[in-house]
Every structure is written in C-alpha cells, then in structure tokens.
T-cell receptor
Framework: DGGITQSPKYLFRKEGQNVTLSCEQN?????MYWYRQDPGQGLRLIYY???????QKGDIAEGYSVSREKKESFPLTVTSAQKNPTAFYLC???????????????FGPGTRLTVL | QKEVEQNSGPLSVPEGAIASLNCTYS??????FFWYRQYSGKSPELIMS????GDKEDGRFTAQLNKASQYVSLLIRDSQPSDSATYLC??????????FGQGTELSVKP
C-alpha cells in the first residue's frame, strides 16, 4: 500500500529533552512538509522540503529542526528550545511544489506529542 | 485580515439536509483550492480539489469556486451522521505553500 507513515503515534517528553518524529512516504513524492496543529486551530507550517538535501523554514520553525537525506524520509526534531511543544504533528507530501498551482498534499496519521 | 477565513461553527444540520460550508481568501493570485475533512483525533483527508471557476461535483460533495468574489464553498448533499467532522479549507499561497483556514465543525443530527 502506498502512503505516509508517522511514528510514534503518541510521544511523551520531559522538559529539556529533544525528540525526533519519524515521517516516511512511499508515494515517490518530491515534496514533504511538517505541520503543527493545536486544539481548535488550523494547521501551521513548520518546515518543508522540495528535494533531497534541501529544506526551508515555514511559519513557525523556531525550536525545530529537520533533515532530508532520502526522498522517502523527512524526520522532525523538536528541540528543548521549543517553548510549547505539546501539539498534534502532521507530516504531508505532494508530488512537487509549484508556485500557485495544484500541489495536492496528503497527510500521514500524525504524532501526538505531550510534554510532561 | 486572515489569509483564509472560515466560520468556526459548529454548523448543525439534520440528517438528509444539505450542509453548506464557506471559505474566503485574501490573495487574488491564488489558483488552487482544497477541502479537507478531519475527524476528531485524526489527520486531514483530502476530499475535493478545485482550480477553475464554477462547480465541481464528486458524489454527494460539490465544491464551488468564485475567484472574482474570492470565495470557495463546499456543499454536502444528503448529509449523514458520518459526515460529522471539521472541514478545512486550504488555498495555495505565495511560493506554492498551502494556507489553511481554522476549520468549520459540522454536526449532522440523526
């Protein structure tokens, strides 16, 4: 089955710890994205990547880091510098990112991170 | 002004009725528009894409786009309790990134 997988489904972190969220896709998509969703709010873009070894900051990149060493994988690290990391984290992918056109994005099942 | 605006709801409709969800956007250059459905605790699921003015139908769903008035809507005919979810409107913005509205919560009462 083609799709996007995220792991773990639930993650608990102590304050001061870095944690890494996994995102893998087998759709052969070039572009991948990380979003954050807080209760009752829309999605906010953290980072995105159009090709391997390249990524750009989104609207709320502070306290997060990413890598894109393989086309299939786009892990997100939530660092201790992120002040309020408790949220629902969503990974998405699309065939490519073209300015202002198309770019249907498909989402993974998400990781729910809670800081204890 | 928010880039993409939706009424947060909740919008409550009886089973079998038509549910109408609306979305306005601020960037006149936007060309691609999407509706996602998100069940509580789950990730968003793409249900409709629309790129041209007019209507696009897919089963019980109809997306309507009016670029001159900068609004896009989603109609759900013969609403079912299983349609109860939050519906997210998304618009392609600067640089090709998706910009999401806050979502409209729909409740379909049996």
């Amino acid at each position: 089955d083609g799709g996007i997988t995220q792991s773990p489904k639930y993650l608990f972190r102590k304050e001061g710890q870095n944690v890494t969220l996994s995102c893998e896709q087998n759709l052969n998509h070039d572009a991948m994205y990380w979003y954050r969703q807080d209760p009752g709010q829309g999605l906010r873009l953290i980072y995105y990547s159009q090709i391997v070894n390249d990524f750009q900051k989104g609207d709320i990149a502070e306290g997060y880091s990413v890598s894109r060493e393989k086309k299939e994988s786009f892990p997100l690290t939530v660092t201790s510098a992120q002040k309020n990391p408790t949220a629902f984290y969503l990974c998405a992918s699309s065939t490519h990112l073209r300015a202002r056109s198309y770019n249907e994005q498909f989402f993974g099942p998400g990781t729910r991170l809670t800081v204890l | 002004q928010k880039e993409v605006e939706q009424n947060s709801g909740p919008l409550s409709v009886p089973e079998g009725a038509i549910a109408s969800l609306n979305c306005t956007y601020s960037d006149r250059g936007s060309q691609s528009f999407f509706w996602y459905r998100q069940y509580s605790g789950k990730s968003p699921e793409l249900i409709m894409s629309i790129y041209s003015n007019g209507d696009k139908e897919d089963g019980r769903f109809t997306a309507q786009l009016n670029k001159a008035s900068q609004y896009v809507s989603l109609l759900i005919r013969d609403s079912q309790p299983s349609d109860s979810a939050t519906y997210l409107c998304a618009v392609i913005g600067q640089g090709g990134k998706l910009i999401f509205g806050q979502g409209t919560e729909l409740s379909v009462k049996p």
